[in-house]
């Protein structure tokens, strides 16, 4: 039987495990007295990523298993105003700057833009986003805009449908596309678009990327990351960004175009002597762990500081047990100062998070 990664990380402040309750103060041994997400290696944690869901309408090989994530019961999800109070710590008390929804798919919350109107609310004038697969996007994405999302990120690895097929799974890349048409049609542009890295895509990457450019689109490689629930990522098997710039390059002249800010986790590189850009994040080849300003909220409410570490701290005990905010943004800050410094994969005693990616919030 084929072993697969969906289970609770390691830490006891877990739902359901003994975590924080209100009244208890959080150790955070020698942390200097600093409003903001600190970490010992002096990185300051701005980018808020909250999953709002574990499930998905796609199974793509690299994050889900075949069957899906295991259902989170319904009342261990974050309700849409915890959300929202959550943010509204994090910007105001806590220094982050931007806020992005994720999952698994953040669309299969039927209230979506309840979460966003509500986190609008709570954090005026912050920039909230959301990545997606795209799904259903055309019919929903009025009331999201209305409800105050600012920014849509799609993924999209391939525009051929027999590979999307393969890929993810499920034959629904006109259900996608249609979905990147709506964002753009509803005035979210320059439209952004990510694209795992991968062996069985390689060679469609080029027309991914023509199309792109052709339709305005924004498009970022990702390298893959060993964060499937199936456990079948390998080294030697991944594409390393290097070997995707050989292939486009094939086809387009690409000019090194250095990154938007020394946080951003994409290389920007001219396509054709721009103003195109294709962007590659070099996750694994070329980690920018030093530079990472993230932190993260699971949808069952726990901050994960880092994608790579298990340990995790229940926020969602608090809430629900009466904590005043204050108290809330004291354990937030002591997640973050343990963050760890790297995702150490290249260390020989490397084990992938015990959570994969759709059960994190990628
Ligand atoms: N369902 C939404 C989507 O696909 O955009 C949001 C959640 S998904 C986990 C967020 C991002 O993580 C997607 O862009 C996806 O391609 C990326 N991702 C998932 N698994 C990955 C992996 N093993 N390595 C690198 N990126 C991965
Ligand atoms: Fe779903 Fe996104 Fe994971 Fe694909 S990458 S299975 S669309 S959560």
Not at 12 to 27: E, F, I, K, N, T
Not at 34 to 60: N, W, Y
Not at 220 to 249: K, S
Not at 291 to 319: M, N, Q, W
Request: aromatic share 4%; with cysteine; hydrophobic share 45%.
């Amino acid at each position: 039987m084929t072993a697969v990664n969906l289970g609770l990380p390691r830490s006891s402040a877990l739902p359901g495990g003994p975590g924080p309750r209100a009244g208890a103060l959080p150790d955070a041994g020698d942390r200097p007295d600093h409003p903001g997400l600190v970490d010992r290696f002096g990185r300051v944690a701005r980018d808020l990523r909250v999953s709002v869901t574990e499930k998905c309408s796609l199974r793509c090989t690299y994050c889900m298993p075949a069957e899906g994530l295991p259902a989170i019961p319904r009342d261990e999800l974050l309700t849409a105003s915890e959300i929202a109070r959550l943010v509204g710590i994090g910007v105001r008390d806590l220094g982050v700057r931007e806020v992005r929804f994720t999952g698994g798919e953040p669309l299969m919350r039927a209230d979506l833009a309840e979460i966003i109107g509500l986190s609008a609310a709570a954090a005026p004038g912050v920039d909230l986003s959301i990545t997606t697969n795209g799904i259903g996007l055309d019919h929903r994405i009025g009331a999201l805009v209305e409800a105050g999302l600012t920014r849509v990120n799609v993924s999209l690895d391939t525009v051929d449908r027999a590979h999307f097929a393969e890929l993810t799974r499920r034959d629904r890349l006109p259900a996608v596309l249609a979905g990147i048409r709506a964002a753009h049609d509803a005035g979210l542009s320059p439209l952004k678009l990510n694209a795992v890295m991968m062996r069985q895509t390689l060679a469609d990457a080029p027309d991914l990327l023509g199309w792109a450019v052709d339709n305005g689109f924004l498009l970022r490689f990702i390298e893959q990351m060993p964060l499937d629930a199936d456990h079948a990522w390998v080294r030697d098997n991944m594409v390393p960004a290097a070997e995707l710039l050989e292939v486009l390059g094939n086809r387009f002249e690409l000019t090194e175009a250095g990154r938007d800010d020394p946080s951003a986790p994409a290389e920007e590189w001219l396509v054709d002597g721009g103003p195109a850009t294709v962007g590659i994040i070099a996750s694994v080849t070329r980690s920018f762990c030093a530079a990472c300003d993230r932190t993260r909220i699971t949808a069952e409410g726990t901050v994960r500081s880092c994608l790579f570490g298990d340990d995790e701290t229940d926020l969602r005990g608090l809430l629900r047990s009466g904590a005043p905010d204050a108290e809330i943004a004291r354990w937030w800050r002591a997640a973050m100062w343990g963050k760890q410094k790297g995702h150490g994969i290249d260390s020989a005693a490397f084990a992938p998070p015990v959570r994969s990616m759709g059960a994190i919030g990628g």
